[in-house]
């Protein structure tokens, strides 16, 4: 199992510029996420999915959309990038744990952008 | 109200020391409460977990001390080595209203040989 990768690991955009970040996981998870990591603020959740077609937002979602057509899959999408979405970003996926989803959370190796 | 809040920022520990870390929260509708390393430019990876019902749990080197009137947990490192140098964050996990893993914001621990 490749387990969840993330593409690219390094992004330089412009002020205003969109683009994607691909997030896939090979474990059938039903439940994915995707969160933000900026120093001294931990990781910060920005949108998550517990199935295909459901999507739901996190604690910092505006700016970005999400979608889920299968299973595998979960992008992020940056609608007009700003210097405040500097930042490394982690998906993750997770089984369906005894008490729910994200118990156990399995993080890939993350994107670097850089919003000039 | 969903915070985390974390503390120290960073440790210093010598080798064969106890590491600790602790964490506190204020919503007690989390149910779950893990903690995770990570290691310099790698994503976070699980590292043990409790549930609120139970005061303590430990795996090998790791335990975390849960207590609930507190709203308080705290993870231990027993006999710290360099390899365990890294950040940790716990975590609290939210099943009602959405399903959602609120971060502390990361404990930075480095142990010297």
């Known amino acids: 199992n490749a387990g969840v990768t993330q593409t690219p690991k390094f992004q330089v955009l412009k002020t205003g510029q969109s683009m994607t970040l691909q997030c896939a996981q090979d474990m059938n998870h039903e439940y994915m996420s995707w969160y933000r990591q900026d120093p001294g603020m931990g990781l910060r959740l920005i949108h998550y999915s517990v199935g295909a077609g459901i999507t739901d937002q996190g604690e910092v979602p505006n700016g970005y959309n999400v979608s889920r057509s299968t299973t595998e899959d979960f992008p992020l999408r940056l609608l007009s990038a700003a210097p405040s979405q500097t930042s490394v970003y982690f998906c993750?996926?997770?089984?369906w744990g005894a008490g729910g989803p994200g118990e156990t959370q399995y993080f890939g190796p993350g994107t670097r952008l850089l919003v000039l | 109200q969903q915070q985390v809040k974390q503390s120290p920022q960073s440790l210093i520990v010598q080798k064969g020391g106890i590491s600790i870390i602790n964490c506190a929260y204020e919503n007690t509708a989390f149910d779950y409460f893990p903690w995770y390393q990570q290691f310099p430019g790698k994503g976070p990876a699980l590292l043990i977990a409790?549930?609120?019902?139970?005061s303590e749990k430990k795996e090998g080197r790791f335990t975390i001390s849960f207590n609930k009137s507190a709203k308080q947990f705290s993870l231990h490192i027993m006999d710290s080595q360099p390899g365990d140098s890294a950040t940790y964050f716990c975590?609290?996990?939210?099943?009602?209203?959405?399903?959602?893993?609120?971060f502390g914001a990361g404990t930075r621990l480095f142990v010297k040989a």
């Open positions: 993750a996926s997770s089984p």
């Open positions: 409790i549930r609120p019902d139970v």
């Open positions: 975590a609290a996990n939210l099943n009602t209203g959405g399903f959602k893993t609120i």
